[in-house]
């Protein structure tokens, strides 16, 4: 790691604080302006509420670096609200919280032998969709709000839940460990485990002189990943209970804080050594990211800080360019992570030294920004263009289709390099049953060529070792790459009833095999097979064990589950009635992607009768304004794309853009 040139000085304050600001509204998207709105600065942060006019809007400033929760709640409403990465000097704007009716929730607190246990306290609630978010009970207790705690019974109650959203919580208790637990259906016991006691002290560097009122914070580096805050006593110890595993910790106090994330192992069986927690002088360090070509700001680029050995914050820039970390005084590691859009640079780390009460400034960062990719498409006559051709990137995989011009030509743009710097894709056409898979350097970025040849088809069966048939089994067509490294998921879909599969766009030329994810024995894979233009694989077998069974809608009416519980037939939507149509379930998160797909697909296909509708897993952010119906809902099966006839039935289930020239065939 080489040493960045840095400038000691005094750097003045950021020229500019972060805001942010939005509205709450509710499930129709009428402003909510009698809510209240609040933002948590990270996990050891407080919360402070802000103000809502009366159409809903609200607004926070002075907002530190890093992650936040914003969240809100009204009256006869369920709390709602998203986690946000800040930047420095970001100006988060058109923040979008819907609120659902609230509904309540019972149940008990039991211990591991189903003893109650009375005075456990509910200290964080999780909403898990459309966009986690933790919403800080204990915190919110000197705002006026109850902590909901176990009863002599151990029965509970949690109220102001939003209906129809998935939700997890933290129970904490001082003779247990802290128990986080995610709610499934009408299920809403907790069980609490003694679990192993850990103590331990928090010193000085150097002094060794105890620390108090020190925060101790320890992260599960297990699912869920739960983080349990403890402080030590006017000696500087500290305990707690946790259950056995790894956990990831560090201490902060005012103006001190330890190196980095220490691992500690947590065991069951034996004695657990006390731990001990080392603070020092805090200090800070800022920098810019840059572009090397115009000089402009790079926003988004995610920078790391390393200190002992330690991962000890991760961060990214603002829409200035700007980056900060507030570390422990001594020796530490500030690495770019990655910057969309830009190549990495040639030094990615740079080691510095901070003296406590240092704010260090680090000589400006530049990046170049990743190349467009130029490939021209022709037919399989291999001189014709392909005007019309849609690509899809496999590797780094991106949703959606970019366009070839009447010339064949097709400009592709991509926000990340991998790491052996080959760009993966397949080309294919909607007016032929034609494709093709391709890969590009950085050195042949511009005016590449590739012809498509005729598609291939493959089919077979899954079973049992018993000659079951497996319904709703999960398969892939992988391209193993080079020397079995860099594979690539060339096409996804899901068995039959009747346990047979079929694909129709198979690429040929192309070495593949059809894979089970997550099986560890043969039987969840096919022999390699290499087909020519036209050529099919009509009898692989994969003998699994029946817990990969799931649910297949093929040759049935697609119906999806809205909040409320209903299942709701695709043909109930007005748009979709007697149109072959493409349903996409996803996340609230992906739902921009998913319409910019769905833009691109109807830009290829011309005028089809092709019709489209988007479900979102909880719900979807009301300031979304499209043409396009995006509803809320659950997947009725494993996949995420359903194709549909005009009679709302399915016949093809996938977890991507569908082959185009599968829809091209609407026409």
Not at 406 to 418: D, H, S, T
Request: hydrophobic letters at 40%; aromatic letters at 6%; charged letters at 20%.
């Amino acid at each position: 790691m080489l040493t960045a040139a840095v400038a000691v000085m005094a750097l003045a304050m950021f020229s500019g604080a972060t805001e942010l600001s939005g509205c709450v509204r509710d499930e129709q998207g009428q402003a909510l302006g009698g809510a209240r709105v609040f933002l948590e600065e990270g996990m050891t942060g407080p919360v402070r509420e802000g103000s809502v006019s009366p159409d809903g809007r609200f607004y926070f400033d002075e907002i530190l670096p890093g992650q936040v929760g914003v969240f809100a709640v009204a009256e006869g409403y369920g709390f709602g609200g998203m986690s946000l990465t800040v930047g420095v000097e970001d100006r988060l704007s058109e923040v979008s919280i819907a609120l659902r009716p609230a509904v309540s929730k019972k149940g008990k607190v039991k211990n591991a032998r189903g003893d109650a246990v009375a005075g456990a306290r509910f200290t964080r609630l999780l909403l898990l969709a459309p966009y986690k978010v933790g919403i800080p009970l204990a915190k919110l207790v000197s705002l006026g709000f109850d902590e909901p705690v176990s009863g002599k019974k151990g029965g509970y109650v949690l109220d102001r839940l939003p209906r129809g959203v998935p939700i997890g919580v933290k129970v904490a208790h001082p003779l247990y460990a802290q128990e986080a637990a995610v709610f499934s259906g009408d299920h809403s016991d907790v069980v609490l485990y003694k679990g192993v006691l850990v103590q331990g002290d928090v010193f000085t560097r150097g002094e060794n002189r105890a620390v108090s009122n020190a925060r101790v914070i320890i992260k599960n580096a297990q699912p869920p990943h739960d983080t349990a805050i403890t402080r030590t006593d006017n000696m500087g110890a500290f305990s707690i209970r946790l259950k056995p595993g790894v956990y990831i910790y560090h201490s902060e106090a005012k103006g001190l804080r330890s190196p980095g994330g220490q691992q500690l192992r947590v065991l069951g069986d034996r004695p657990q050594p006390r731990a001990r927690l080392f603070v020092a002088g805090a200090g800070e360090i800022v920098g810019t990211v840059q572009d090397a070509i115009t000089g402009e700001p790079v926003e988004n680029a995610r920078l790391t800080l390393h200190t002992d050995g330690h991962l000890a914050a991760i961060t990214r820039t603002g829409p200035t360019g700007l980056y900060h970390f507030a570390v422990t005084a001594g020796e530490s590691v500030v690495r770019l992570a990655n910057a969309p859009g830009y190549l990495p640079p040639e030094t990615q780390a740079y080691r510095v030294s901070v003296a406590e009460g240092q704010r260090l400034e680090l000589a400006g960062l530049f990046l170049a920004p990743i190349p467009s990719f130029r490939l021209r498409v022709v037919r399989t006559d291999g001189e014709t263009p392909a005007d019309g051709a849609v690509v899809t990137l496999l590797r780094p995989q991106a949703f959606g289709w970019q366009v070839a011009d009447a010339e064949g030509w097709v400009e592709l743009k991509i926000n990340a390099v991998p790491d052996d710097g080959r760009i993966v894709g397949m080309v294919e056409h909607p007016g032929m049953a034609a494709g093709a898979l391709f890969a590009l350097s950085l050195q042949d970025s511009r005016d590449a060529r590739v012809q498509l040849l005729p598609w291939c088809q493959v089919s077979g069966h899954v079973s049992t070792g018993r000659g079951k048939d497996l319904a709703g089994v999960r398969i892939e067509g992988v391209y193993p790459g080079k020397d079995g490294e860099g594979a690539v998921v060339l096409w996804r879909t899901v068995s039959r009833r009747d346990g047979i599969f079929r694909w129709p766009a198979v690429l040929p030329g192309v070495p593949q095999r059809c894979v089970v994810r997550g099986t560890a024995d043969l039987g969840g894979e096919s022999r390699l097979f290499n087909l020519p233009p036209q050529g099919s694989e009509t009898d692989v077998r994969l003998v699994l064990d029946k817990t990969f069974a799931d649910t297949t809608l093929f040759g049935e009416t697609l119906s999806w589950r809205d909040t409320s519980g209903n299942m709701i037939p695709v043909t109930a939507i007005s748009r979709l009635k007697g149109k072959p149509a493409v349903v996409f379930f996803c996340r609230g998160g992906e739902v921009k992607a998913v319409l910019e797909g769905i833009a691109a697909a109807e830009r290829a296909l011309g005028a089809t009768p092709l019709a489209y509708a988007v479900v979102v897993r909880g719900g979807v952010m009301s300031s979304i304004t499209t043409r396009i119906p995006v509803l809320a809902g659950e997947s009725p099966g494993p996949a995420t794309t359903y194709v549909v006839n005009g009679k709302g039935k399915v016949i093809l289930e996938t977890f991507d853009m569908p082959p185009a020239h599968f829809l091209g065939a609407a026409k």
